[in-house]
């Protein structure tokens, strides 16, 4: 059987994956074209991803579209990634979150241009009545700089903070942790990304840039999430006598 018709049963499916979706520049520079037209190209494999990932019984999805670091590169290039938020983004949600999906915007939202932070809350409202599914969307997204507001959230409130109520405070409260975090575009770190909910993730490298890691480079992924003992510590005996 080839790598990516793997099986996998529903039981070892990641319920939450995140990806950082890194290489869309260096994927149009190889192809002679322009960075603005990798990051096209990644929105359409963003959506083809979801949509895939839903099919095989995730219910969650984070996507890494635009760091705060992010927000240092050149003006023609942020230009035209805030181009695409106003004449893509509400048709895309619009098309995977007819499955009942959740949208929620996870980042500094403040930090956009005006219009933009209108559409991206048109999106979200549209999907304020759904539940049991999730998408978020990291914009102009710092783990750092999340934990950091979580942890004022709760001195306003005059409350000592524990694991639970922290989690509780951050962009992704009341969701699972991701199971399993991609990244592609061959660099090996976290950049900053979901770093409090990353504690017991799986980390999956891939060399491909994003517009071509192909729904069964995911389906690998998967295979390879399903492939590892979940411990959290505990023994192999433990696991097995379901201590």
């Not at 939202?109 to 759904?130: H, M, N, S, W, Y």
């Not at 903070?161 to 660099?187: F, H, N, V």
Request: charged share 30%.
């Amino acid at each position: 059987m080839a790598k990516n018709t793997i099986m996998v049963s529903a039981e070892r499916v990641p319920k939450h994956i995140a990806i950082i979706m890194d290489g869309n520049g260096r994927w149009a520079k190889s192809h002679l074209r322009p960075r603005a037209y990798g990051h096209k190209k990644g929105v359409d494999r963003m959506i083809g991803l979801m949509e895939r990932a839903f099919d095989r019984g995730v219910d969650y999805i984070t996507v890494y579209a635009l760091s705060t670091e992010n927000l240092k590169r050149p003006q023609k290039e942020l230009d035209a990634l805030f181009e695409l938020i106003r004449t893509r983004f509400l048709d895309c949600m619009r098309k995977v979150c007819a499955r009942g999906v959740r949208l929620n915007i996870i980042g500094e939202r403040d930090l956009l241009p005006a219009d933009v932070q209108e559409i991206l809350e048109k999106a979200e409202a549209e999907t304020r009545g759904f539940e049991g599914k999730g998408i978020n969307v990291a914009l102009a997204y710092g783990s750092r700089a999340e934990i950091v507001r979580a942890a004022n959230l709760a001195v306003e409130k005059g409350e000592k903070l524990t694991e639970e109520s922290l989690s509780a405070l951050l962009y992704t409260g009341g969701q699972p942790d991701p199971d399993l975090i991609i990244r592609t575009g061959k660099e090996v770190r976290l950049s900053n990304f979901l770093l409090w909910q990353a504690a017991y993730a799986e980390l999956y490298f891939s060399d491909k840039m994003f517009p071509e890691f192909s729904d069964a480079d995911l389906d690998d992924a998967i295979a390879y999430f399903s492939s590892k003992t979940r411990r959290f510590g505990k023994t192999d005996e433990q696991l097995e006598n379901n201590e």
